[in-house]
């Protein structure tokens, strides 16, 4: 039986590979686990690497994707191999401390279904560290995570979680929204986040951005509801502006100057119809939640060493 899988997505990495295993394997010795690396199309020599470790190792599976599909996906990609009993998620540029990886282990076993790595100290740019709190208050709102958690990528999960999570098949997954769509036994602990060991970071303000959409729109209609709570409340401004206009001509013979008669119809009609848009989009969301059920990725070749 494997105690813990680890899931590990890959991209442009060849130089912080090695080290990573070798920690990982020092770290677990006496444990029985499996590393799972998920190569996201990397354009440097990450993918020759991983099958090097893979011949060499056979605890590790390399799998390939066919074209870039996102750090989501190629974690999708991974679990869907996991066999262990527990299910780590980690980054690939040893910020993650495999050292950590027991910690997380041992306070899951305690009756958890998933337990994060919070970092009090991010070393890392301001503009992650505020896209990592306005996705988190975001999360607040739209998928009932606690305050006092963190959504760190890296964390470990018990493995019928994981089975649930796969069921849930996106094109565009968010795995702490689907994690929070499952279960609310979760927890974490305190951990220190290191300076890459090699190279530069991969991820983008475009990544973060993306991880706001698929956050606001992936598991709730609360955008359209807010779209349609706009447009209602800029219609009645309208109505309210248009009476006051009305009832001023009439008492005191007060004559609207210039373009505000027609900046008051714009105003009403672009309101109804943006109220219109709002709950036709409800309807329209409730379907994409629905049936949103496409491949996400694709693997073009694995190595193992079996």
């Known amino acids: 039986m494997i105690d813990i899988t680890i899931v590990i997505p890959v991209y442009n990495s060849e130089g912080n590979l090695i080290e990573l295993s070798d920690q990982i394997r020092h770290n677990l010795q006496n444990v029985n686990f499996e ?23 056979k605890n590790i599976i390399g799998l390939n994707l066919r074209k870039n599909s996102g750090q989501d996906n190629a974690i999708f990609a991974g679990i869907n191999y996991a066999k262990g009993e527990y299910i780590v998620i980690m980054d690939d540029d040893l910020q993650h401390s495999p ?11 305690k009756g958890h279904d998933v337990c994060y790595a919070n970092f009090e100290k991010k070393r890392q740019l301001l503009w992650k560290n505020m896209g990592s709190w306005l996705n988190g208050k975001l ?18 999960i018990k493995k019928e979680i994981i089975d649930e999570v796969k069921m849930t098949n996106y094109l565009y997954p968010y795995i702490d929204g689907i994690i929070f769509s499952i279960t609310n036994n979760i927890v974490q602990i305190d951990a ?15 990544e973060s951005v993306k991880v706001f959409m698929k956050l606001a729109t992936g598991f709730s209609v609360l955008p359209l509801r807010v779209a349609s709570f706009i447009g209602a409340a800029t219609a009645i401004l309208g109505f309210v502006l248009g009476l006051y206009f009305v009832l001023s001509y009439f008492l005191d013979g007060t004559t609207p100057q210039g373009w505000t008669s027609i900046a008051v119809i714009v105003l009403f009609m672009g309101g109804v119809i943006l109220m219109s848009l709002g709950m036709v989009g409800e309807y329209l969301g409730r379907i994409h939640l629905n049936i949103n059920k496409r491949k996400s990725y694709s693997i073009k070749e694995k190595s193992i060493n079996e």
């Open 35 to 57: 590393l799972i690396l998920i190569n996201d199309q990397s354009k440097d020599d990450s993918w020759n690497i991983i099958k090097q470790l893979t011949c060499k190792y």
């Open 99 to 109: 050292s950590d990886i027991l910690k997380l282990y041992n306070e899951i076993r």
């Open 139 to 156: 999360a607040e709102v739209i998928i009932d995570k606690p305050v006092n958690i963190y959504l760190s990528p890296f964390k470990i």
């Open 192 to 206: 220190k986040h290191y300076s890459r060991f090699s190279g530069v970071s991969n991820y983008t303000l475009l």
